[in-house]
């Protein structure tokens, strides 16, 4: 039986957008229960600027409040150089950088083009690379941004090959606003596949519009052996309107099984992490 990866998402991009803050304690708790269930990678904060985030103010202290366990890799988002420099501070085990596939989003969520913000984020690569920290790079708006419309999947290809070449080990294919179906992942595979491989993809959905778990079955189907998802469908994205709703862990994780795959998750132990992101202050 073949293995696909589930990447947690919940503790950062499920809570970045939550209206009021989550106590610290909150945070590490939820975290320290996805770590128990057999998840093998949870994106526990960000180090981004408070300004801009303030949800992800306490990344330090979360990080130092962790328990670290055996298998379970923590990751964070670090746009920026001194992003990265104090997630290794931190002690995180991997960090993420995000671009767009569309300039409108590009400009709304980072404030420039899409090409400028690879120039920014060219330094931090380099840094990784001299440290030993894997990267790994998120891009939205993949099938539809909330700006500019749908967007061109020979663009999507263009800028998953950037990321790759820069030194990410993994894009992670965003529909952003939820706007996927089957019929537009599919013509977004068809361009994409021949010139990235499967293997170093991931799906991001959401599932604004219920679909997400087709998408997941769909891109199995394809290929793709990675994925990520929110404990209890946390979170959405704060620069995209409309588009509450990451896609729910336990939903994918059945959509995986039912197709025959193996994901390594224990659901019971799932359920602990279910109730404490539940009572989060929304």
Known sequence: MEDVTLFEVGPRDGLQ??????????????????????????????????????QMADAAEVMAGV?????????????????LE?????????VAVFASASEGFSRANLNCSIE???ERFAPLMARAAEAGMPVRGYLSSVI??????????????????????????????????????????AALLDRLLPHVPAARLAGHFHD?????????????????RSFDASVGGLGGCPYAPGAPGNADTR????????AGFRHGVDLAALAEAEAIAGALPA
Do not use: H
């Open 67 to 83: 328990r670290r366990l055996p298998g379970v890799r923590l990751a964070a988002l670090a746009p920026n150089l001194r992003g």
């Open 251 to 258: 939903q994918v994780l059945e959509v995986i099984s039912a």
């Open 116 to 118: 400028e913000s690879f």
């Open 144 to 185: 539809a941004c909330p700006y500019d419309g749908p967007t061109d999947p020979g663009e999507v290809a263009r800028w998953s090959a950037r990321l790759l070449a820069a030194g990410c080990y993994e894009v992670a294919l965003g529909d952003t606003i939820g706007a996927g179906r089957a019929e537009t992942l």
């Open 86 to 94: 104090a997630a290794i501070a931190a002690g995180c085990d991997e």
């Open 17 to 54: 957008s939550r209206g009021l803050p989550v106590p610290t304690e909150r945070k590490i708790a939820l975290i320290d229960a996805l770590g128990r269930t057999g998840l093998q990678k949870i994106e526990a904060t960000s180090f981004v600027s408070p300004r801009w985030v303030p």
């Open 208 to 224: 604004t519009a219920g679909r997400a778990c087709e998408m997941v079955d769909l891109a199995l189907a394809r290929g793709l």
